[in-house]
């Protein structure tokens, strides 16, 4: 389950960060968003509003910091991102319509503890992506 605004905001409080309108606005922003997106994408939406480029930007590289977001490779775009609690988790992502399915299961800690072992290799943490359609985009054909 994402979090709530009201749930990030007050943890970024907590933290030390301002409780600005501008920063409540990007939360909200990325929070009504169910699919992956770019940060441009939040920028071009608040701009508007007088929320400026760089705002937008910091506001969300401390929220894939405190783990409220994940950044995907999505086709050629690098720079993409979703909502997620901060759980251990990865996703399934469409290519085609940029939608996120996040999924608990990982057997990959233990075969990378496996692979370490046999090189002595120290593991500090791993990061999966699985791309491909989901059931609409398929189905739309």
Do not use: K, W
């Not at 608040?46 to 929320?51: E, F, Q, S, Y």
């Not at 590289?61 to 994940?70: D, M, P, R, V």
């Not at 469409?94 to 939608?99: A, D, L, Y």
Request: a neutral charge; hydrophobic letters at 40%.
């Amino acid at each position: 389950m994402s979090p709530a605004p009201d749930q990030i905001l007050a943890h970024l409080h907590r933290l030390g960060h301002n409780r600005s309108d501008r920063r409540r606005a990007i939360v909200e922003a990325v929070c009504a968003r169910s699919g992956s997106f770019a940060a441009q994408e939040i920028a071009d939406e608040l701009a508007p509003r007088g929320i400026g480029r760089a705002t937008v930007y910091r506001t969300i590289a401390i929220l894939q910091e405190l783990g409220y977001l994940s950044r995907l490779h999505v086709g050629e775009e690098c720079h993409r991102f979703a909502l997620c609690d901060a759980t251990h988790h990865h996703h399934l992502v469409c290519t085609s319509c940029g939608q996120v399915f996040p999924f608990d299961e990982c057997e990959v800690e233990q075969t990378a503890a496996r692979a370490a072992a046999r090189v002595g290799f120290a593991v500090a943490g791993h990061h999966v992506d699985i791309y491909g359609s989901c059931a609409g985009c398929q189905a739309r054909g």
